[in-house]
């Protein structure tokens, strides 16, 4: 974890303008209504660069709260933050608009390939240049390979392959099934991080050169746990206003596939604080911990986001299509393939980031030229 310092005037600002705009939205639903088509396109994009703002105190007040709770805790609340708010703008998609099922799908998916190529590719290449190798603990990359694998080919595969349900879909009680495991296999991978084998997440290499940070006062850790409530709360109550808007600048300007290009933007503004969080760290030499928010990140995802998709499916009864496409399939193999060829031996080098990164760029240039 980056940290350092105290709460900044952003931290403090931003979350409590978009909690003043979502009153304001609330409050004036009306008046906003009726504003000239020339001018109507500024409430979202307010809402947008303060849910953007609100999205980095967030991530501001989960290392503050991580500091003083110690690793690799405190990688579990940045990790849990981000899903919260991920769970949120995710909702926000599915609720809006037409009954499009595949929202959740593309988000995920997205998620994934951000984390795995794009953001794992930035910090090996980034730490490579400047370290030459770098090390990880073997065990810790296992234990979040193993998770990841699991968990995206029972939620995004598997569903490719059922009978029991026409198209790439799962049933109500597959579905319900498919989320228990995720929770479970969730819960004790956690248990396995922070308690039962704790020492494979620890960054060794940090921990010798004494790179740490003193630990927050109370006040300041209760100022950070408002401050992370407030900002989450922000962020999820703007969202409903920002989605709609996205969708219909995407679909203004052309773009073929909505859902997969809108959900590669959700993904990677949740994810950008985290992501710059582990790419200081590779640039620092602590490579477990940047491992430890990126893939920590992408595993939560998928075994926290996942059922709390499904639970709202099953509560509206809107049908939630998770099954790749024979594309994306192959993509998300290739990237499962990939990662762990990179990180089973335990130390990576340039090489390694630059063939994540080329398979990263390739995800972009198909959402775009399908």
């Known amino acids: 974890m980056s940290g350092g310092g105290g709460i900044t005037i952003g931290g403090i600002v931003f979350p409590a303008l978009a909690l003043g705009l979502a009153a304001a939205f609330s409050a004036g639903e009306i008046w906003i209504q009726h504003l000239h088509p ?39 609340v940045l990790t849990i933050s981000v899903t919260i ?19 959740a799908r593309e988000a995920v998916f997205s998620a994934i390939m951000i984390v795995c190529n794009g953001l794992v590719g930035l910090c090996l290449l980034l730490g490579g240049f400047r370290h030459g190798e770098q090390e990880l603990h ?14 995206s080919v029972l939620t995004l ?7 029991s349900s026409a198209g790439p879909t799962l049933t109500p009680p597959q579905l319900a099934f498919v989320s228990v495991l995720s929770i479970l296999l969730y819960a004790s991978f956690l248990f396995i991080q922070t308690v039962r084998h704790r020492s494979y997440f620890i960054d060794v290499h940090a921990a010798a050169l004494g790179h740490g940070e003193m630990k927050p ?85 998928i075994g926290l986001t996942v059922p709390a998709v499904a639970l709202l499916s099953l509560a509206t ?29 335990g130390r990576t080098n340039v090489l390694t980031g630059l063939v994540h990164l080329v398979v990263f760029a390739t995800y972009v240039f198909f959402l775009f030229v399908p």
């Open 38 to 76: 020339s001018i109507a396109f500024l409430p979202p994009l307010l809402a947008a660069a303060l849910i953007v703002g609100a999205v980095f105190a967030t991530l501001q007040h989960a290392e503050l709260v991580g500091l003083k709770v110690g690793e690799p805790l405190g990688t579990v």
């Open 85 to 103: 708010i991920e769970v949120a703008i995710m909702s926000s998609m599915i609720a809006h608009g037409d009954e499009d099922p595949t929202e």
């Open 138 to 151: 073997p065990m810790g990359a296992s234990a979040y390979l193993a998770v990841l694998i699991a968990l």
């Open 157 to 163: 595969v598997l569903p490719d392959f059922t009978t």
């Open 217 to 301: 006062s109370l006040r300041d850790t209760i100022l950070s746990v408002v401050g992370l409530g407030a900002s989450l709360l922000g962020v999820s109550l703007l969202a409903e206003r920002v989605i709609p808007a996205l969708e219909a600048g995407l679909n203004w300007v052309g773009v073929q596939q909505i859902n997969p290009v809108s959900g590669a933007i959700v993904s990677t503004v949740v994810l950008l604080p985290e992501s710059l969080n582990s790419i200081r760290a590779a640039h620092r030499n602590a490579l477990q911990t940047s491992l430890n928010g990126a893939l920590g990140s992408v595993v939560a995802t």
């Open 317 to 345: 009864e809107r049908e939630i299509m998770f099954g790749l496409d024979k594309r994306d399939s192959a993509m998300l193999m290739l990237t499962l393939m990939l990662s762990v060829v990179s990180f089973g031996a």
